[in-house]
Antibody, heavy 119, light 113 residues
Framework: EVQMLESGGGLVQPGGSLRLSCAAS????????MNWVRQAPGKGLEWVSA????????YYANSVRGRFTISRDNSKNTLYLQMNSLRAEDTAIYYC????????????WGHGTLVTVSS | DIVMTQSPDSLAVSLGERATISCKSS????????????LGWYQQKPGQPPKVLIY???TRESGVPDRFSGSGSGTDFTLTISSLQAEDVAVYYC?????????FGQGTKLEIK
């Protein structure tokens, strides 16, 4: 059974940093692209970032490019999102989501971790 | 970036009736080399993560009831629920994965009339 468990969310001040993790199991992690998608309170879904199965290609939404960095450790079956220079508008539930195939739709999602940026 | 626009923003339909949601993309998401539309539909119920219903615009995900169907090509797409059930109350999103910057529609909230 595919499972993904996000962690690392919490309350952080504007300008601060946070690193999210997503621990995956139930599939061969290194063979699949992975993504981060966020959802601000009461709002819709916003794709944040993607990384290829081997970790050699990464993509970002314009809203986070230059501030967030996606990475993965295939030996630990774990996906990361390093978030720097956080802003109030980054407040959201952050979901990790697995590609059905590299560059394809998302077939499994974690339950998310809440990031709150506030002073 | 490709902009995805859904209509309507909200929809109330009687049980057993048909529900139709539209999604338009600002540019084509049809990949000519394989003739596939890189368009998916997701369902999100309150307090839950999204769940994929349809991918490649019209392929139903395994386990999804056959009352859900997707259609369209290029820039215009439709999600249809043929006979609305109470458990279908949710927010529905379209998503393009044609470009390396993926984008979602703003969502359509579906309720029972």
């Amino acid at each position: 059974e595919v499972q993904m468990l996000e962690s690392g969310g919490g309350l952080v001040q504007p300008g601060g940093s946070l690193r999210l993790s997503c621990a995956a199991s139930g599939f061969t992690f290194s063979e699949y692209g992975m993504n981060w998608v966020r959802q601000a309170p009461g709002k819709g879904l916003e794709w944040v970032s993607a990384i290829s199965g081997g970790g050699d290609s990464a993509y970002y939404a314009n809203s986070v490019r230059g501030r967030f960095t996606i990475s993965r450790d295939n030996s630990k079956n774990t996906l990361y999102l390093q978030m720097n220079s956080l802003r109030a508008e980054d407040t959201a539930i952050y979901y990790c989501a697995k590609d059905w195939a590299d560059g394809d739709h998302f077939d499994y999602w974690g339950h998310g971790t809440l990031v709150t940026v506030s002073s | 970036d490709i902009v995805m626009t859904q209509s309507p923003d909200s929809l109330a339909v009687s049980l057993g009736e048909r529900a139709t949601i539209s999604c338009k993309s600002s540019q084509s998401v049809l990949y000519s080399s394989n003739n596939k539309n890189y368009l998916g539909w997701y369902q999100q119920k309150p307090g839950q993560p999204p769940k994929v219903l349809i991918y490649w615009a019209s392929t139903r995900e395994s386990g999804v009831p056959d009352r859900f169907s997707g259609s369209g090509s290029g820039t215009d797409f439709t999600l249809t629920i043929s006979s609305l059930q109470a458990e279908d109350v949710a927010v529905y999103y379209c998503q393009q994965y044609y470009s390396t910057v993926y984008t979602f529609g703003q969502g359509t909230k579906l309720e029972i009339k």
